[in-house]
């Protein structure tokens, strides 16, 4: 079917609408590498090696040199592994920029990005059952996903909490720190993998933590984490973000979660019913502007694909079509909105990332 156009056809904007699309069949293809060259190690063994030619490369990590020359022409294109030119035997010598070692080689770097690959990459391969739920409205649920997805979210958002949950978001809410050094009970409400559970439980081992998440191979994994990293004060459990018990809680946090459930008012209020007297909510979420035209921009264009894929119909499955998707970029009004109606009386925006809202909320 040929569509009639309301204008004639500018071939300039044609032209770098081309472009653009040519650009993103690069970033798609180019986060699948990413991830198998996470898989394999070889972004850790270049960076551990050094210059090094496909041969070399393909020797130290047990592959297949024709497979990893390939593999190192698309990541030298993408900009990810620099191309250092001909050795004196005339094969091709690669390496990492300190930069792209930190980006892709060191889980412990502040600019870690290779999580978000495993993301994105893991959303995309739902596009079907996503296509049908645009048909059904009964969303996909989180369980449904590829395993990459649950495995990347942790370490994508990981870093950004190691730099600023314990420094700033804490510290910023009212006597909140003060109360988890002298000992504290905390929730973490859709805690994943507990990554953030465990950085709170190492930093204020006088307090205990409760990590919860409706998806049980995601509490396991957070569980044999917090064994692995020697926090007694942590422990995990499977419930869902309306029933879990264990309080009264002194602080109840939700990381990147409230957006993606079914029902995020019954969620906080909830939340409100299991905290202290004097209890916080700490609701960390997207950064995002309160209208559509704010999030024109990079970031958001990142995360309203990730919400049209994973959190609208992972919120969507939950409550069968029927409640409420606050989505990936709800907003600060939006989601001060929800935390009145679950009861709140007091929404304070108390810290910010160029990637998160921090919303402190008290009864």
């Known amino acids: 079917m040929t569509v009639a156009p309301s204008r004639p056809v500018d071939p300039d904007a044609l032209q770098t609408l081309v472009e653009r699309a040519l650009g993103d069949f690069g970033a798609v293809l180019a986060a699948a590498l990413v991830t198998i060259g996470d898989r394999l190690g070889l972004y850790r063994a270049l960076a551990e090696r050094g210059p090094s030619t496909a041969a070399e490369l ?19 294109a993408a900009g990810y592994v620099t191309y250092d030119g001909p050795d004196a035997s005339g094969a091709d010598r690669f390496s990492l920029t300190p930069e792209q070692a930190a980006a892709l080689a060191d889980e412990t770097s ?41 495995a990347g979210t942790e370490r994508f958002f990981r870093p950004g909490y190691a730099v600023n949950l314990v420094g700033a978001w804490l ?73 879990y018990a264990g309080g009264p809680y002194d602080l109840i946090c939700f990381f990147d979660s409230l957006h993606d459930m079914g029902d995020p008012v019954g969620a906080l209020r909830h939340a409100r019913a299991a905290l202290s007297a004097d209890g916080t909510v700490m609701l960390v979420e ?27 119909p992972v919120a969507q499955s939950q409550n069968h079509g029927r409640g409420t998707a606050l989505g990936a970029q709800a907003g600060e009004a939006r989601l001060a909105a929800t935390a009145r109606e679950a009861g709140f009386t007091r929404v304070r925006r108390a810290a ?9 909320l008290r009864p």
Not at 197 to 221: K, R
Not at 352 to 360: H, I, S
């Open 58 to 76: 393909a020797g130290a990590t047990g592959t297949t040199e024709r497979n990893i020359r390939e593999w190192l022409a698309a990541q030298a």
């Open 110 to 150: 502040p600019a870690f990005v290779v999580g978000g690959f495993q993301v994105v990459t893991a959303a995309v391969k739902a596009d079907e059952l996503v296509t049908a739920a645009f048909r059904s409205g009964t969303g996909v649920g989180w369980h449904e996903h590829h395993h990459d997805l649950f």
């Open 171 to 243: 510290p910023a809410l009212d006597g909140v720190a003060d109360r988890m050094r002298a000992g504290a009970r905390v929730a973490d409400v859709g805690c994943g993998h507990g990554a953030s559970t465990i950085l709170m439980a190492q930093a204020f081992p006088a307090s205990t933590f409760a990590g919860f998440d409706y998806h049980a191979p995601s509490i396991a994994a957070a569980d044999r984490a917090a064994s692995d990293a020697g926090v007694p004060n942590a422990e995990f459990g499977v419930a869902a973000a309306d029933g």
């Open 286 to 312: 997207p950064q995002a502007g309160d209208t559509l035209t704010e999030n024109l921009n990079p970031v958001g264009r990142v995360f309203y694909a990730a919400s049209t894929l994973v959190c609208t």
């Open 352 to 360: 910010e990332t160029p990637f998160n809202l921090v919303l402190e």
